[in-house]
């Protein structure tokens, strides 16, 4: 839920003043989101890309971020994240 949140924030920040030319975080965030065009449209086709990227994007956008966000000491198994204990088995 805080990587949505903070998507969602991320979001309106980037779009509050957007300008034709861009700097800054909107600067940052064009340029995440036509890498991962490019990157789709080498994978997938021009064609198929511009019906597909707005899914396949957020879906990967999620996935990094929610991934990065774990990775934060605080966030997992210490903070009360996961309730399944460690089994080490040898």
């Given amino acids: 839920m805080l990587v949505t949140l903070g998507l969602v924030v991320f979001a309106q920040l980037v779009s509050r003043k957007v300008q034709p030319v861009p700097s800054g975080l909107q600067n940052f965030a064009e340029w995440l989101v036509e890498s991962m065009y490019n990157f789709l449209a080498d994978v997938l ?46």
């Avoid at 086709?45 to 957020?58: A, D």
């Avoid at 966000?69 to 198994?77: E, N, Y």
């Fill in 45 to 90: 086709g021009e064609k198929l890309v511009k019906k597909t990227f707005w899914f396949f994007g957020s879906i990967f956008f999620f996935i990094l971020f929610t991934n990065w966000f774990g990775l934060i000491p605080a966030s997992g198994p210490l903070a009360g994240g996961s309730r399944t204990p460690a089994v080490i088995s040898i």
